[in-house]
């Protein structure tokens, strides 16, 4: 992944730098980082926020892990709608 493509992700799912430099999604928004090193796969799921330093992305998820990978290794992203998604969600059968 670019920075230009990392930036316009952040962007997208409304992230918000804060003084720290982890750059937070808005309440109940979450996203998938999807990354690969070598043919192995690396899915980091419920991901709150992003840090960017020096080609190394660290994210946190909601879960509380932090994940490190190399900004190269990274290669999409899937967002979230968060809670606003779950809570339009009629229980039982549609049609």
Not at 17 to 45: I, Q, S
Not at 54 to 79: C, H, M, N, P
Request: aromatic fraction near 6%.
């Amino acid at each position: 992944m670019t920075d230009e493509m990392l930036h316009a992700v952040l962007e997208t799912a409304g992230g918000k730098p804060d003084k720290e430099g982890w750059t937070t999604l808005p309440d109940g928004r979450l996203m998938t980082l999807y990354g690969a090193h070598g043919g192995v796969p690396l899915t980091m799921a419920k991901v709150e926020a992003v840090k960017v330093n020096q080609r190394v992305v660290w994210a946190r998820t909601s879960k509380g892990e932090t994940y490190l990978i190399g900004l190269e290794d990274l290669f999409a992203a899937a967002l979230d709608r968060g809670h606003e998604a779950q809570a339009s969600r009629k229980a039982g059968f549609l049609g």
